[in-house]
């Protein structure tokens, strides 16, 4: 599999155009094609947000600030687009190429999570923001709808300044379907790493028994690898996980998304939501 076509939700906020950022960083390394996508609210739909009893006047004045704001959205984030384009030298086009460094603006009115699962579905990857406590409402429903309505592997891009992903690779690896799925869609990073090191669990839920598997796997493709085992209580495994990925200086963690019931994570917690909370590195997420 080759990552050549990404996209990246562009909404105009520094989360956004740092995704944008990365995402033409690692577009022209790859020779990758750039769908960014920007999604204007529909003004009416604020309608049912209103409170009862307001004057149509009122209304229709929330609805003009509504659209204004679009606008102001709109312009915020083709104005990064542009900039990410003119600084890695892309090439802007609607017309479809098998190689080649290229990128294209998408605008919609809708919802954003809904024009992503759309758009995702026929995209190699992802990109989206890390959701952080001061993130729009918008910013998570985008991400779950990229990990679990698209089918592909999503980039999740922290809220701070990073290189471009993929000198030092981490993989997450519990023998599940989800990090099976992520491993082999992160193949072209794989490919391109300088090193790689394999991080597993010696629990009753996965067994370090496993991980010569992945090692030969990834032989096959001309990788090597090297594996450490996270040792600590169950409970404590995302904290592990993250304070070992930081110690071995990685740029990017591989990882299955929500193995267990996403249900069961929201409510007890679990590592992929640990990871999700609080990496300050991104996050290549397959579900």
């Known amino acids: 599999m080759s990552l050549r076509t990404i996209l990246i939700p562009a909404d105009g906020t520094e989360d956004s155009n740092r995704c944008l950022k990365m995402g033409f960083a690692l577009g022209k390394r790859l020779d990758s094609h750039i769908d960014a996508l920007h999604v204007r609210s529909d003004p009416k739909d604020t309608v049912p947000l209103l409170g009862e009893g307001m004057s149509v006047a009122m209304i229709e004045d929330m609805m003009d600030v509504a659209e204004k704001e679009g606008a102001s959205r709109s312009t ?79 980039l999740v891009v922290p809220p701070n300044e990073t290189p471009p992903p993929g000198r030092k690779i981490v993989i997450s690896w519990n023998g599940g379907a989800q990090a099976a799925r992520a491993v082999a869609s992160a193949m072209p990073l794989l490919r391109a790493a300088e090193s790689i090191t394999v991080f597993t669990v010696n629990s009753p839920r996965t067994s370090i028994d496993r991980v010569p598997e992945l090692a030969s796997y990834l032989v096959w493709h001309g990788i090597s690898s090297r594996t450490e085992t996270i040792t600590g209580p169950n409970a404590t495994v995302g904290a592990k996980l993250m ?45």
């Open 76 to 154: 915020e984030a083709r104005a990064a687009f542009d900039a990410a384009v003119a600084e890695t030298s892309a090439l802007v086009t609607e017309t479809p190429a098998a190689t080649g460094f290229s990128a294209r603006w998408i605008e919609e009115t809708g919802r954003e999570d809904d024009a992503v699962t759309a758009h995702g579905r026929l995209s190699d990857l992802i990109i989206a923001a890390r959701p952080t406590e001061t993130s729009d409402v918008s910013t998570n429903l985008t991400l779950n709808a990229a990990l679990f309505e698209t089918g592909r592997p999503v």
């Open 243 to 287: 304070e070992d990925v930081r110690a071995e200086g990685a740029d990017l963690l591989v990882m299955g998304a929500y193995t267990h019931s996403r249900m069961r994570q929201l409510i007890l917690g679990g590592v992929t939501r640990h990871v999700l909370e609080t990496a300050e590195l991104p996050v290549f997420l397959a579900h």
